[in-house]
């Protein structure tokens, strides 16, 4: 299968394991109460499981995250 890979790399605070495995939770947030909900990561891997791709989040406290996407390309859809 013909794939396109997206990765981005995120040098900031990074999450535990907790947080990582709720990231894609809709409303899950893991900012103060009062603060805006988050929908960026549960919109962003429903779009790319209605394209039959693949979304993937590593991520190190204090260190990095990193967001690997997965897409099929046209020749990989036939």
Known sequence: RCHV???V???GCGMDQGTLEKAPTPFF????AGRQRG?????????VE?????????SRVNEETL????LPTQAGRE
Do not use: C, Q
């Not at 967001?67 to 997965?70: A, K, L, M, P, Y």
């Open 5 to 7: 890979k997206i990765e």
């Open 9 to 11: 790399r995120d040098f």
């Open 29 to 32: 947030s893991g900012k103060p």
């Open 39 to 47: 929908m960026g990561i549960a919109y962003a891997v429903r779009i």
């Open 50 to 58: 209605l394209n039959k791709g693949r979304f993937s989040m590593k």
């Open 67 to 70: 967001v690997s996407i997965w």
